[in-house]
Nanobody, 121 residues
Framework: QVQLVESGGGLVQAGGSLRLSCAAS????????MGWYRQAPGKQRELVAT???????DYTDSVKGRFTISRDNSKNTVYLQMNNLKTEDTAVYYC???????????????WGQGTQVTVSS
């Protein structure tokens, strides 16, 4: 069974930093992309940052220059370093993984359980 376990959320003051981690376990095959999404109260889930198997990264405009996504392939783990946090970054952050068991298999889309990030003013 594939699992994504997130950690690192919490309460921080505006201007502070947090580092989220997400470790994938189980029978995974090949990971095509890992990423982070977030959902604030009353809002839709939105993409924050992604990183592909080729280490190509993408960020939503509001976090560019403040957040950095990285991965450790040996540990099937993705990280999100969040600096200069703002109150509008408050949300539940979800880890996402897209993977395949072979080049001919469908791509599977997995989600973590979410971790709360709260930024106070």
């Amino acid at each position: 069974q594939v699992q994504l376990v997130e950690s690192g959320g919490g309460l921080v003051q505006a201007g502070g930093s947090l580092r989220l981690s997400c470790a994938a376990s189980g029978s995974i095959g090949s990971i095509n992309r890992m990423g982070w999404y977030r959902q604030a109260p009353g809002k839709q889930r939105e993409l924050v940052a992604t990183i592909t198997s080729g280490d190509n990264t993408d960020y939503t405009d509001s976090v560019k220059g403040r957040f950095t996504i990285s991965r450790d392939n040996s540990k099937n783990t993705v990280y999100l370093q969040m600096n200069n946090l703002k109150t509008e970054d408050t949300a539940v952050y979800y880890c996402n993984m897209r993977h395949q068991y072979s080049s001919r298999s469908p791509e599977y889309n997995r989600w973590g359980q979410g971790t709360q990030v709260t930024v106070s003013s």
